[in-house]
C-alpha cells in the first residue's frame, strides 16, 4: 500500500514537471544584448527600431519547435490592449489562425494598422466602448509590424507561428518548454526582425533536454 501510495505521488510530482504520458520538456538559456532600459515591468516590452531591425526592449526571446503539428481544434483567442498610450503586451507570440482582440483600455481614440506581408489590415478609429472588440484572425505564419494612426510612437509585434509549443524567454534569457511530444524537430529562438536561431532536437518519450544558444 505504502508503495503504491509512493508511486502515485511520484507520478504526480512527473506529471508536474510535464512527463506526464511520455511528454518532453527543454529548459536553457539564451544569450541576450544588454539594454540599459528600467527593469520590466508587467511584462511592458517596447519595441525599438535600429537600422531598421525591429526587437523587443529589454531583450526577450521567443523559444519554439517547429515541426509538423495539427491544427487547433477550437480558434484560439489572444489580445493585445492599449493602455498609457502603449501596446500591452508589446511582443505577442500566437499560433497561426489566432484570433487576437485589441482592447481600447484609455479614454481616447485608437486607430490600429498593419502593412505586414503576413497581415494587412486597418481597424479604423474606436475608443474604449467598442463592443465587439476589434479583433483580426492571423491566419499566415510572419512577422506583423502594428501601429497606431493617431499615435505615431505606438508600436507592437505579433509573431504568427505554425506550432502550439513556444514560450517567451524570462528577462534573464532562462527559458522552459513543457508538454512536447516525442519527435524529431527544430528548436528556434527569435531575438529580432532579422535574427532567429535554429538547431535540430530529439525527444524521446519523458525526456528532459538541455539546450542553450550563446
Known sequence: MKLRR????????????????GQAV??????LARSHSAAVVNKRYAIVAKGGVLAPDPPVAVVYLEGSFAPPAALPTAQMAQKDLAFVP?????????????????DTYHN????????????????????????QVFDVAGLVTLRCDIHEHMRALILVLDTPFFVLSEPSGHYRLSGLPAGHYLLK?????????????????GSAVEANFP
Do not use: C, H
Open 26 to 31: 527543454i529548459e536553457g538559456q539564451v544569450t
Open 112 to 135: 490600429i494598422f498593419s502593412y505586414s506581408a503576413a497581415k494587412r489590415f486597418d481597424l479604423g478609429r474606436y475608443r474604449s466602448d467598442e463592443r465587439p472588440i476589434p479583433s
Open 189 to 205: 529562438v527569435w531575438l529580432s526582425s532579422q535574427t532567429t536561431l535554429a538547431r535540430p532536437i530529439d525527444l524521446a518519450p
Open 90 to 106: 508589446g511582443l505577442l507570440a500566437v499560433q497561426r489562425g489566432t484570433r487576437v482582440e485589441f482592447p481600447n483600455l484609455d
Open 6 to 21: 509512493a508511486a502515485a505521488l511520484l507520478g504526480l510530482g512527473l506529471a508536474s514537471l510535464g512527463f506526464a504520458r
